[in-house]
Each structure stands twice: as structure tokens, then as C-alpha cells.
């Protein structure tokens, strides 16, 4: 049986051009060797698999090829031959991690001190150098500093922390990168192609992808993948056989956000489980379908997602369907949870767990609706009679939808113009007092606010109770602040073209109450008739939760004049 | 080169883990065998005895894709004493050992007894736990061995196979030392990892090897093997199953004690810990702690997890594992709704933790008690 070879020893660069993603240490490296002005000592430092090893060999060729191509090795010569066998006495590389002591370091002195026997120079390659002792470190400094003119140290290592200073000054550093995505594609697919496989697009996109910047663990899964699914691999194949976590899944779980649906959720995690999915790979998934929708969300432009055109296209109408601080909300839970999973004794229940609070959780009310809100709250405590804020800071918003539509034939009446003039007119506010003017306004106020004339006709009961679903959605679409704010209200029934709801919370009636014109506007164009909204406080609420107040707050807002935000 | 035909499966040895199988057998098949595999999942579900088997076949004299079990080979590999085979795992470190000392040298009469003893039941039952006293880690001199032992070419010209279970035992040191004969180790060598926590293994092992992931099984797989493999009768069987998260090793250690009183217990630490006065906590604490066996108290931490696990999901119509303890569930729920369930049970999962890292157990269990109280409001 001849035996296997894993792709990343089977391919490992034999040239400087092929090492992948490091141009700027090979260039440099070869133009050294072109202009013979070779340092002494060089210490490559990067993460793993990303061609520090490759590249020490190959600079221990180059340096002692016979008959060296632009630089590179011949490959043919025999100190090129016999430095890839590995049985040439000249160029030695040695484990640091096996070799850390003292005394390796020393016979290693003694060793340099003779000249090479075949080759130009005596090369010393110590890989994991950063296992080295402090006391072999010590011992190296000398010869290192000023070693005998055809000695060669190269030191490789991942833990450039490690390396004492005094080492890093006497050497030439070259940090190594992460290779990007598209060098990583590329050079499986030219593997592919020289081993006769059929690879999907596709699917080396997501292989190289996994590899994460490592070039080896990215060949590691692409023999994997070839061992599980032969010459042919297609997407599907792969991820039948991987059992790797689609999108759809993500998708699935940010439209249970949305719905606040735990219990299906929870179905989703039994699905993980028995289908035999990789948990945190689910989660690294869903952190980026977060990071795309939230991409899609702030930039408007989803040409920063890696994703098929469907896909972003499908990211950018999900997007709107969340706040920026839902998702950077999300991203904090689902991050944590990844977190936590690493560690944890019972993977399932935690993600459960989390899994429960991100899809039930509290939706957050825009921040910029929330600052107006309290921009208004401020302005209608200060003896600002009834809603006269709201038409000041509403027109520019409330004016450019209405402009937008045009042939609504009912639009003039309900028009913001309109609306406020209405409003500044209602005689019975500036009768109230400051404290009180909050609650007035539900009672009195809206009810002859949106209806100022008999143009066309009101909103009536039925028609509201069939399309309620339906009106909610679409404030939500324009309005996402009032939108979440109104979950959870009950619709009680309509009276003179007055929509009236029940509320929960304190919040939800004044969100009602501010966002009047907002709410004529919305109803006016789903119903094609004049209507507006008030709040009711439901029996036993409010009341209470007003006289829960925590004895500290009391305090801090008495002796303070703190205000609740 | 195998002749069969592709999808094979049995290897009975092994609990389900089909996928895993499949991978392998195609691998054999295809003649893809890498030279290192890290074998990664949750505990107790057969990363072990995945790779003993996967060993066997792979040096079983007829090379088919089941190991044959009469062949000398596999003679051998049903005490572990194959030549080939080497199963490298956490050791004691000797008195007085040194850099160059093979792993056993400096270890006493005693201890070679009990590392003899572990290997022989882990030969028997391929799922049993090597738990040998003061191993805290896998040793440098373990490492160093394998450096010596790998270039040496075997008597049959066969591969040599170094499982390295629990890699995470990896001190920094050894696992450094692996690194490069990991990554080109001479021929004819395969080096299989397991692992339950690969966060913790070096970024650099992982990346030289296959990773190959192991699921949690299913409840009926593991009720099954209790039945068969263990004598369990058939309803406990179900429970044990239930209750063990997938993994037939707990499964297994579930039914050693009484459960049932285990789980009352549960009950009335939770019930004290809601209600009552920290004296009254303290009574059921001494009840369950135990300082020399903390692999009980770690138990009893499992099922409160999964006790308030199923409160959880119960609160949101999903599934609970303890069916039969629906009542109290239901009178929880009902009477705590606003109970900040996910802080408890990360409350919990850290209290497991410390249990592992040594510290006082009673302190653990009092401040778990009191923060329970604190999140059910």
C-alpha cells in the first residue's frame, strides 16, 4: 500500500511564488538573496498554518541551491535535493519543543563553530522557538548576535510573546499573515485541478472559509471533505456529509425573534441536536448572519456580505424587520453564549437556555424614537399645553410620507398642516395642569384632533377588528418605535373614528399619544378613511406599578430631581 | 486496497456515531488515511472507543473492514497489548523523574498496578474512564517515547497507531514537543487524538490534524445499550437515558447510585433553597455533599441543571426530561413566573465548575442556594 500524504505535506511550496498570501516576505526574502545582503539571523512569527515552516526551508535551499532560478530553488541540485530529504548535515531543523535546554543549545554552539561541509552556509532552523528555556534563550544570545560568517539561523514560531526581546533585537523579523480567502480558494482549487477532483465553487468558498486564515487547517477539511465524498464534491454532498448548518437556519431563528415564538425555538434546538449539528458551528454561523443583517441594516449596502445575490437580497429585507440595537443586542447574547459553550458541562441546556432569551426578548424601542419620546415628555411636563411639541418636531417626518403618496383623496384633511392646527386649536388643554397634561391628553384631546371637517369618510369598527393584524404590521413597517411599542395592546373598539385600544404600560399609552399624527397618517392610508388612536390604561395597571416604586428612586427623584429615562 | 463496496457500518463496539463511521470506512476505502485525527464531542459517547476500534480494524492480519477478532492482531488489541497500538493517556509523575526517564520508570509498584489495572478495563469496555490518582496530565516523557518509538519501523511493516486519549491532558510543554512529529511524523505512523474540550488544545495541534466530530447520541441508543450492554432494566433504562444529555458514560454512572433518592433530594434542595431560612438550606446541603467523592456532588449539580432546565422549557410548551416530576415543575412555574431562570441555571453550570476546580464544596452549594433565592422573585 503506497502510502497517503496529507494535501498540506503533499503540496508544500517549492518555490517562493507559491507560497500563498506572504509576498511580502518572500519578496523581500529574495531580494536579498539577489543583492547577497542576507542577515544573520531572521525569526518568522504568525499563526498556525500559514507558511512559516515552508518558508524557513525554503530560504535554506535557496541560500545553498547550486544553481539558483531568479532566486528560487533549483529543486534538482544536489543540496536541494538531499535539504528536502532532510539528510544534509548542513542545514539542520530542530524541534525548539524538544530541544528547550541549556545543554542542546550549547552542543548547538559548539556545532556552528565548524564551516559546512557541502553547502555555502550552515543553517540552523529552530521551529517553536518560543519553547526555548529562558536559560537556552540566554545561552544563544552571543552567537547569535555575532555567529561565525556562514551560519544562518532562521527561528519559526506562533508565540512571538515568548521570545525574550533580547532575541527578537538580533534577528530580522517577518510577521506572517493570515492568508485571505480568495488566496486560500485559489490554492485549493489549483490543488484540485492537479489532482484530478471536481470541486463546486461553492464549496470551496466554504472550506476555505472554515480554514479561517490558516491555509493548512483549510487543506485539513478539504482531505476530509475528498475522503467523505471522493472525486466529486458538490455543496450539497459536503454539507450532507458535514452536517453543516445552513443559512436557512439562521434565517429561521431571526424570524422566531421577531415572532417571539420560544417554543418553536426550542423545537429548533432539538432539531440541532438529534440532526447531530455542530452547536457552536451553528452559533460562529449565527453570529454572522447577525453581523450581515446588522451590515445591511446600518449601511443600507450589502455588498460587505459574503453571500450569493439571493441571500444578501434576502439580508436586506430582513433587516428592516430590526432595530440596530436588537441585533447589536443579539450579538452580545449569541456571543456570549458561544463563549460559554466552550466550557460548559451540559452544551444543550445553556443553549437553550440563551436561545429562550434571545427569541423572547424585549424588543428595543429605536433610540432615536426613544429620545424624542422623552424630548416630548420633558416639553409636556413643562406646562407645554396638550400636544402642541408633537406637531413641532412631527412635520418634517410626518409631511414627507404624506408627499409621497399622491392620489390618497382623503390626504389634505389629514395632512400634518391640518392636523396641527387642529390640535393648537383644542381649547380644553391649557387648562390642565403640567402633572396632569400626560393623562388629559388620552381622555380629551385626540378625539376631535384628527377630525376637523366631514371630508370623507371615519373608520369604522368592523372594518378595523378584521384589518387589525394588518394595521399593526404596517405601523411597525413605518414605525418600528411605535410599531414595538404597540405589541401586546388589546383592541377594544372604535367610536366617532376613534380607534380605541387598551394599553399596559404607561409607555405604550404615551407612545399612542405622541405619535398621533403618525397614527392618523397610517390609518388613513390603510383604511382609506379618518381615523385615530387612544390608549386606555387596562383595569389594575398603572396604578400600581406607579406606587411599586422602589423607595431609592423615591429618594433620588426627590432629593435629586432625577428623571426616569 | 479494500475490495467491499461502499456504505459499511456495523463495528459494533461502538454506540451509533454512524456519521463517524461512515467517515472512517470511507477513508479506509479511498485510501485517504491521514496521518492524525482529532476525534472531538461531548463526554462519554465513544471518542475512545471509536478509536480503539478504528485501531483494530486498521491493523487486523485479513484487512477487511470489520476486524476479524481471531487474528493475532486482534487477539492482541483485545488486551491492548499490541505492539502497534499504543494508548497514551494522563500518568502520575514519578519521584524524582527526569528529562530522559521513559513515562513508567520512576513510577512505584503500586502505581504501574493501577495503570495496568485502568488499561486492562479500558481494554474490556472501551467506554470506561481511565481515572488513575495524581495523573493530572499527559507527561513530556509520554511524548518524548512516542518520538523514540515512531521512526522504528513495526515487525509486520504495519502502521503504528498512538492514541492519545483526553488530548487536552496535554501539558503546554508535551504538547509542544508533539507539535512537529505531528506535523510530519515518519511513515506508517497514525496518530488518533480524543478530546471532549478542544478549546483547550494549542491552535497548532489542531490545525495538523482531521477533526473529526462526535454527536451526543440518542436516548434510545444509549437505553438500549444500558439494556443490553449493562443489564438495566428497561424503564430505568429510559430515564437514565433521558437524564444523561447523550452520553452513555454518565448514563452509566447515573445507575451506580439511588438515583431516585438523588433526585428527592433535588426536590428539596430547590424547595429550601426558594423558601427557607440558610439554616434550613444547610441540612439538605450536608445531606448531599460529600468531600471525598465529589463526582456526587457533581452528579447532583446535573440534575438540578436539569431540573431547572426543565422549568425552563416547561414555562415555554417545550419538552422535560423528568417526566415523572411534571407536578412540582408545573406548581414552580406557576407559582414563581417571573423566576429569572437562565441566571440560575448559569449559576449552576459555574457551581459544576467549581466543583472540578476544588473548591469548598459547601460553599459552593450555600451560595448557589442564595443565588437561586435571589433570581426567583
Redesign the interface.
Known sequence: ?S??I?TA?KWRPMKFESVAGQEHVTRTLRNAIGVNRLAHAYLFSG???VGK?TTARLLAKAVNCANPVDANPCGVCENCTAITEGRNFDVQEI????N??IDEIRNLREAVRYPPTTCRYKVYII??VH?LTKEAFNALLKTLEEPPPHVLFIFAT?ELSKVPPTILSRCQRFDFRRIPHAQIMGNLAAIAREEGLQVEEDALSLIARKGDG?L??AQ??F??V???C?TTVTMAGMQE?L?IVGVDVHFRVTDLMQQQD??SV??LV?EL??G?Y?LRDFLGGLLEHLRNLLIARVVGDTSLIEASDVTRKRYSETATRFSVSDLLRAQRLVHGTDQ?L?????????L???M??LVTMPRAVDLAGLIDGIEELKKSGIAVPAAAPAPALRPLQAAAPSAARPVSPAAPASAPPQASTGDTATPPAPLRSPSRAAQAQTDKAPVPAPLPSGQGRTVNEDEVRSRWAELLADISRKKIAVGSALVGVTFLGVTNGVIRVECDTDFQLSTIQHNREVLVEIIQSVFNARGTMQGELAAGRGAPAAKEEHPFVQTLKRELGAEPL | MHSDHQPTLPWQRVLGQRRVKLLLQRAIHNGRLPHAYLFHGPEGVGKDAMAIEFARVLQCDAGGVEACGTCDSCVKMATLQHPDVHVITALPVGKNEEGGDGPFDRLTQEEMKTVRAELQAKAQDPYHRISIPRATGIKVNSIREIRREAPLTSAGNKRRIFILSNADMLADVAANTLLKTLEEPPPHCMFILTTSYREELLQTILSRCQQVRFDPLPDTQIQDALVARDGVETNHAALLARLSGGSYSRARELTGDDLMTEREHVLEFVRRAVVSHHADVGRIIDTVTDEKDRMRVTRFLHLLLLWFRDALVLGKQGNIINIDQREPLERFIGRYPTADIPAILAAIDRAISLVERNVYIKLILYDLAGQMKANIR
Open positions: 500500500m502510502e497517503y496529507v505535506r499563526p498556525r498554518g515552516t524541534d525548539g519543543a524538544s528547550r535546554g521551529d517553536e519553547m506562533t490558516s493548512r487547517d485539513s477539511m482531505d476530509q475528498v475522503a467523505l471522493g456529509a452536517n420560544a417554543t426550542l423545537l432539538d441536536m438529534s447531530g455542530d460559554a466552550r466550557f460548559t458541562a451540559q452544551s444543550r441546556f445553556r437553550e437556555a440563551d429562550v432569551q
